[in-house]
């Protein structure tokens, strides 16, 4: 690991100056960032550690009914807390599908919407990569590409957002607070993201000295608590990441949709909302044809970036899966595997 | 540039002078305070040997900086017997033939722990097995884990009864 400079302010002024300096990153956790050091494929001249920054690790309600969530609140702790968990079910139920407990205990809020693409090539510094290393290429074209993206993918880049947190928050409407250089900002957290189009190296729209501060979800979004799931196939039981994952969100009045909100997970650089998707819901029952119609529409951009064609008709399976168990309820309890599309809605063993 | 930094450890404090900031929590425990019982595997957060507590949650000590926990109570695998008694998850580890080599125990047995004070998985062995997912053993002696935690977390359950009653 290359050495650098490591700085603790004790404002958040203080570290957006530190962080706005050529070469500098903010440390939470550390817990993608220091591998990514340990790797060489992060060689940060400065850290500035933001977890002792004062004020960031609260979940405060909000007067519409929304939530605020600091960015340096831990994952684990979004995800038991109880009011969040029955509010936003979804959202706790993806976060508690994501890593380890020891990796939710550590990772934050904030480090979770920055985390970096798992593509084995990025990571891999004597490859290719255009993210990495603009204009060096990318070696996924052509390589070992089951996982990669099948939405908004160029011919630089075809690597995937890894978050499974995102996914549900795009769909909910969630909106991300940035302190910077110029004072405080709002961005929606769907905009956040950046398809790589010729500058896979640019991910987000965040300019140098900008920092997360929080998370807010809207008060409309406790409006689909009674039928919100998230559900994520993964190549084995737990502890891995999204091949290709989904989150629905129903208001269901007298059996009929009245709103619906979608997402996709694993199938681009950006989390995916399928907003053409969500209109033709509206007005239906729960009905497996019109779920169906629904996920092509989600997908009627797809197209593979190498051996991963297969995604695209998984894709659209894991929405229909997802908005049936949606419009069946939230559970009352998450089931034992989080989103796994094979736990049982009641949490029943599945390896006994 | 040199950082002073304080932890508690197994309930003692140590001060240490960091020469390098790049020492993760692991390394700071194995090299420099001489704790080798946490063990070092991938080194980048996959397999869960380094597991410890701090500040009562149980994290990989390897994706940690050292620099950044100034003031932090750590409990690693050193520190959960009182003296010659065994702690209930290291008991119920061997009577339930819950490692074969040994290299990832440490981290297992510090992941149960913490799993425990987490109090989610209750008597439900799916949820355990679920909640140790982040500890992986080579030597599959996972049957075998899940056994001693659910007899951990029912041995928990029955004190707390007999402190209650």
Same mark, same amino acid.
């Given at each position: 690991?290359?050495?650098?400079?490591?700085?603790?302010?004790?404002?958040?002024?203080?570290?957006?100056?530190?962080?706005?300096?050529?070469?500098?990153?903010?440390?939470?956790?550390?817990?993608?960032?220091?591998?990514?050091?340990?790797?060489?494929?992060?060689?940060?001249?400065?850290?500035?550690?933001?977890?002792?920054?004062?004020?960031?690790?609260?979940?405060?309600?909000?007067?519409?009914?929304?939530?605020?969530?600091?960015?340096?609140?831990?994952?684990?702790?979004?995800?038991?807390?109880?009011?969040?968990?029955?509010?936003?079910?979804?959202?706790?139920?993806?976060?508690?599908?994501?890593?380890?407990?020891?990796?939710?205990? $550590?990772?934050?809020? #904030? #480090?979770?919407?920055?985390?970096?693409?798992?593509?084995?090539? !990025?990571?891999?510094?004597?490859?290719?990569?255009?993210?990495?290393?603009?204009?060096?290429? &990318? =070696?996924?074209?052509? #390589?070992?590409?089951?996982?990669?993206?099948?939405?908004?993918?160029?011919? $630089? &880049?075809?690597?995937?957002?890894?978050?499974?947190?995102?996914?549900?928050?795009?769909?909910? =409407?969630?909106?991300?607070?940035?302190?910077?250089?110029?004072?405080?900002? +709002?961005?929606?957290?769907?905009?956040?993201? &950046?398809?790589?189009?010729?500058?896979?190296?640019?991910?987000?729209?965040?300019?140098?000295?900008?920092?997360?501060?929080? %998370?807010?979800?809207?008060?409309?979004?406790?409006?689909?608590?009674?039928?919100?799931?998230?559900?994520?196939?993964?190549?084995?039981?737990?502890?891995?990441?999204?091949?290709?994952?989904?989150?629905?969100?129903?208001?269901?009045?007298?059996?009929?949709?009245?709103?619906?909100?979608?997402?996709?997970?694993? %199938?681009?650089?950006?989390?995916?909302?399928?907003?053409?998707? +969500?209109?033709?819901?509206?007005?239906?029952?729960?009905?497996?044809?019109? !779920?169906?119609?629904?996920?092509?529409?989600?997908?009627?951009?797809?197209?593979?970036?190498?051996? *991963?064609?297969?995604?695209?008709?998984?894709?659209?399976?894991?929405? %229909?899966?997802?908005?049936?168990?949606?419009?069946?309820?939230?559970?009352?309890?998450?089931?034992?595997?989080?989103?796994?599309?094979?736990?049982?809605?009641?949490?029943?063993?599945?390896?006994? | 540039?040199?950082?002073?930094?304080?932890?508690?450890? *197994?309930?003692?404090?140590? =001060?240490?002078?960091? =020469?390098?900031?790049?020492?993760?929590?692991?390394?700071?425990?194995?090299?420099?305070?001489?704790?080798?019982?946490?063990?070092?595997?991938?080194?980048?957060?996959?397999?869960?040997?380094?597991? %410890?507590?701090?500040?009562?949650?149980? /994290?990989?000590?390897?994706?940690?900086?050292?620099?950044?926990?100034?003031?932090? +109570?750590?409990?690693?695998?050193?520190?959960?017997?009182?003296?010659?008694?065994?702690?209930?998850?290291?008991?119920?580890?061997? $009577?339930?033939?819950?490692?074969?080599?040994? !290299?990832?125990?440490?981290?297992? /047995?510090?992941?149960?722990?913490?799993?425990?004070?987490? #109090?989610? $998985?209750?008597?439900?062995?799916?949820?355990?097995?679920?909640?140790?997912?982040?500890?992986?053993?080579?030597?599959?002696?996972?049957?075998?884990?899940?056994?001693?935690?659910?007899?951990?977390?029912?041995?928990?359950?029955?004190?707390?009864?007999?402190?209650?009653?």
């Amino acid at each position: 690991m290359k050495t650098f400079d490591y700085l603790r302010p004790a404002t958040i002024s203080d570290a957006v100056a530190a962080a706005a300096e050529p070469g500098a990153a903010y440390l939470a956790a550390g817990t993608n960032l220091l591998d990514l050091m340990k790797g060489g494929i992060s060689r940060p001249d400065r850290l500035v550690d933001v977890t002792r920054l004062p004020g960031l690790d609260r979940i405060e309600p909000l007067p519409d009914g929304g939530v605020r969530i600091g960015a340096m609140v831990r994952n684990a702790d979004l995800a038991c807390d109880a009011g969040f968990a029955k509010s936003f079910p979804a959202v706790a139920e993806a976060l508690l599908s994501g890593a380890s407990a020891q990796l939710r205990n $550590a990772a934050t809020v #904030g #480090g979770n919407l920055l985390q970096r693409t798992r593509c084995g090539y !990025f990571y891999d510094v004597a490859s290719a990569c255009n993210k990495r290393e603009p204009g060096s290429g &990318c =070696d996924a074209r052509g #390589g070992e590409n089951r996982l990669h993206a099948v939405l908004g993918w160029s011919e $630089a &880049c075809i690597a995937t957002h890894p978050s499974d947190f995102c996914v549900p928050l795009i769909a909910l =409407d969630a909106v991300v607070e940035i302190e910077g250089k110029s004072g405080r900002r +709002e961005v929606a957290l769907e905009a956040l993201h &950046c398809l790589p189009g010729d500058t896979p190296a640019r991910e987000t729209v965040l300019e140098p000295g900008d920092l997360i501060v929080a %998370v807010r979800l809207p008060g409309q979004a406790r409006a689909f608590s009674a039928h919100a799931r998230y559900l994520k196939v993964r190549e084995r039981t737990s502890y891995a990441f999204a091949v290709v994952s989904a989150a629905a969100a129903l208001r269901i009045e007298q059996g009929t949709i009245r709103e619906a909100r979608l997402a996709l997970g694993g %199938v681009a650089a950006k989390p995916w909302r399928a907003r053409a998707a +969500e209109q033709i819901l509206l007005g239906a029952g729960a009905d497996p044809a019109v !779920f169906r119609r629904a996920a092509e529409a989600a997908l009627a951009d797809a197209k593979p970036s190498g051996d *991963n064609q297969f995604k695209i008709e998984l894709a659209r399976r894991i929405l %229909v899966r997802t908005l049936t168990l949606a419009a069946a309820g939230t559970p009352k309890r998450i089931a034992a595997l989080p989103a796994s599309p094979f736990a049982s809605a009641s949490g029943a063993l599945q390896h006994a | 540039m040199n950082f002073s930094i304080s932890l508690t450890v *197994n309930g003692v404090r140590r =001060d240490v002078a960091l =020469d390098d900031p790049r020492v993760t929590l692991l390394d700071l425990l194995r090299e420099r305070l001489d704790l080798t019982g946490t063990k070092k595997g991938c080194d980048r957060g996959q397999c869960g040997a380094c597991t %410890v507590l701090v500040d009562g949650r149980r /994290i990989n000590s390897c994706l940690a900086l050292a620099v950044s926990h100034d003031g932090a +109570e750590i409990l690693t695998i050193e520190g959960v017997a009182r003296g010659d008694q065994l702690h209930p998850v290291q008991a119920a580890f061997i $009577a339930h033939d819950g490692l074969q080599c040994g !290299f990832c125990t440490p981290g297992q /047995i510090m992941s149960a722990i913490g799993l425990l004070r987490e #109090g989610q $998985a209750g008597d439900d062995p799916e949820r355990v097995r679920e909640g140790m997912s982040g500890n992986l053993c080579r030597c599959g002696a996972y049957a075998g884990i899940t056994e001693a935690v659910l007899e951990a977390q029912n041995s928990l359950v029955a004190t707390g009864q007999r402190r209650s009653a």
